[in-house]
């Protein structure tokens, strides 16, 4: 079955640099989360978007943004890179309409973020 | 801020079940008990979830006591892919992309030859 797709999986960055990362979420999912898991620490909540509109927002620096596009995938751009910026970086999808069965968030594989 | 607490890690004997408890002593009528796990940096996966019966799946049983105040997940029959962090997580089943998962610090689930 297909999965969500991110890319790329590894990325290197300079301090004050800029990084956009991809996601390509599973046909026919409509809803897409970002997640940003530091070194040791637990995923936390970035941004969602449902239907290409934003619908939801955690704890996302001023420095990073993030769209939907037509055909569903989402992309995090991240401008003036800092060090504390370096984590794993998850995508998640899942149908936005609860009358579906589960409704449960599919991740996909993370992109690494290192910033030296 | 995570609605739920757990204990910090557990060990189980391969081929034993895994029985890992979540308290959520402020869950609210319309929100869900959901688990979900994450082996060494994967994606987090999910397992199961429930509202306040007892479900049961490929991959594990949930038991939610009858206030719905905690649960338990068993894994019937632990191998060594199951050594994860694992995850109890309460959120309202809505629509519209506003489902986030809000992860607390989980249980580290060492599954022991």
């Known amino acids: 079955a297909a999965g969500v797709i991110q890319s790329p999986r590894h990325l290197i960055k300079e301090k004050r640099e800029t990084a956009t990362l991809k996601c390509y979420p599973i046909p026919r999912h409509d809803t897409v989360y970002w997640y940003q898991q530091g070194p040791g620490q637990d995923p936390q909540f970035l941004i969602s978007f449902y239907e290409k509109m934003q619908s939801d927002k955690g704890s996302i620096p001023d420095r990073f943004s993030a769209q939907q596009f037509s055909d569903y995938h989402s992309e995090l751009n991240m401008s003036s890179l800092e060090l504390g910026d370096s984590a794993l970086y998850f995508c998640a999808s899942s149908h936005g309409l609860a009358t579906y069965s589960y409704n449960e968030q599919f991740f996909g594989p993370g992109t690494r973020l290192t910033v030296l | 801020d995570a609605k739920t607490t757990q204990p910090p890690s557990m060990d189980c004997a391969e081929g034993r079940a895994a029985n890992l408890p979540c308290n959520h002593s402020t869950i609210s009528g319309n929100e869900y008990v959901y688990w979900y796990r994450q082996i060494h940096s994967q994606g987090p996966q999910y397992i199961i979830h429930?509202?306040?019966n007892n479900e049961t799946n490929e991959m594990a049983s949930l038991i939610i006591t009858e206030d719905r105040k905690s649960s338990t997940l068993i894994l019937p029959h632990a191998t060594l892919r199951d050594t994860a962090v694992y995850y109890c997580?309460?959120?309202?089943?809505?629509?519209?992309?506003?489902?986030?998962?809000?992860f607390g610090k989980g249980t580290k689930l060492t599954v022991n030859p």
């Open positions: 997580i309460v959120r309202p089943r809505s629509q519209g992309g506003s489902e986030k998962l809000v």
């Open positions: 429930g509202l306040k």
